[in-house]
């Protein structure tokens, strides 16, 4: 079943040690991503598993269902599990994320693995995936209990740190799910193995690499700084392939739960194009309203109420694609329609000295 991959992963060290190879990929204050990091991951192994099964030690398994699970009593929300069959033998997967440190790490995984297990009825592997250096520090990686000073239970999970994992692994599977991880990759924060990722991403077939794409556009926000990730990726595609791909993905979520819940009483048609459109609208516009913050926060407050109030979702696409593009008068125009204040008085006209009238009260200050 090659679950001793992770474990082999776990043990790999290059020659410069693991606390120099750290430090050299100590990253720079990160750009705030507008999602979370363990989100795009979570989509990632959920539409390219097959591909990544390498990653965590699954070498022969072909992955024939991904799912989140919400586990009862109490309920608990893990964030992937892998269905797995081989020569007819099936079990699961289990993956969680950590982009930070967690000192409860080991006491989660053991919490969830049993419940899985109960949940499938099936044998279940727990994996935790370390996202970024510093991740796991303090982790242990086995769930032990003690009488005194003696281990009366143990219970080990296998880890996968992926700044341990050799970008070129990656780069030389030309498949999307593996491409999308190579920011997060031992080397992957060089700029040209990021731009080689997104070359062979941009050569296969959109269907199959976008999804991809947005997962490693994400990934490399938070390796450079936002005038770095910008200039070495382009606007526009940041834009169209970044942002806009989890407008979409938000709206068709929650659209679709929205539809199928009016579809009972409504007609299930309808309720489902009505709900998509809302939902649609709802996640671009809270996209429009970061992005507004983040590029123009002088002319924020006049333009937010605006977008609150916009229903059109071409409407929220075009403002969130020129938003990095223009000047916070030119941006505050186009949204409102009206043109921005002047920043001085207007000169006034030239009245001949005789008929001057002073004014009856003083003119009030102009507040910039």
């Not at 919400?70 to 099936?90: A, I, N, Q, Y």
């Not at 491409?179 to 269907?207: F, I, N, S, T």
């Amino acid at each position: 079943m090659g679950s001793e991959g992770p474990k082999a992963l776990q043990e790999r060290r290059t020659s410069c040690g693991r606390a120099s190879c750290e430090d050299a990929l100590a990253l720079p204050e990160r750009q705030p991503s507008l999602v979370h990091t363990d989100r795009p991951i979570k989509l990632l192994f959920e539409r390219q598993g097959q591909s990544l099964l390498p990653f965590i030690g699954e070498t022969q398994a072909r992955v024939t269902a991904a799912e989140s699970v919400t586990l009862s009593v109490p309920s608990r929300e893990v964030d992937c599990v892998l269905r797995l069959e081989h020569d007819g033998g099936v079990w699961y997967r289990h993956l969680e994320f950590q982009s930070g440190p967690d000192p409860d790490m080991a006491r989660r995984c053991f919490e969830y693995n049993f419940r899985l297990i109960l949940h499938y009825e099936a044998v279940v592997h727990t994996t935790v995936v370390y996202l970024l250096p510093g991740s796991d520090r303090g982790a242990q990686h086995a769930y032990r209990l003690r009488i005194g000073d003696r281990v009366a239970i143990e219970w080990p999970f296998d880890v996968v740190r992926l700044w341990e994992i050799p970008v070129d692994r990656a780069l030389e599977t030309d498949e999307p799910g593996p491409l999308a991880l190579v920011p997060l990759l031992q080397g992957g924060d060089a700029p040209e193995k990021v731009q080689e990722a997104v070359r062979k991403l941009d050569a296969l077939p959109r269907p199959q690499s976008s999804d991809a794409l947005s997962v490693l556009l994400d990934f490399a926000s938070q390796r450079y700084d936002k005038d770095t990730f910008l200039s070495m990726l382009g606007k526009d595609r940041i834009m169209q392939s970044y942002l806009w791909q989890w407008g979409v993905e938000d709206g068709e979520a929650k659209g679709l739960a929205e539809g199928e819940a009016k579809g009972l009483a409504e007609g299930l048609a309808e309720g489902e194009a009505k709900g998509l459109a809302e939902g649609e609208a709802r996640a671009s516009r809270q996209i429009c309203a970061d992005l507004t913050k983040e590029f123009h926060p002088r002319v924020s407050q006049r333009v937010l109420p605006t977008i609150q109030a916009c229903e059109q979702p071409e409407t929220l696409r075009a403002w969130i694609l020129a938003c990095p593009k223009l000047s916070d008068a030119a941006f505050a125009e186009l949204v409102t329609g009206e043109p921005s204040p002047p920043g001085r008085a207007r000169p006034r006209r030239s009245v001949p000295a005789g008929k001057r009238r002073q004014p009856a009260f003083p003119a009030p200050k102009r507040h910039e």
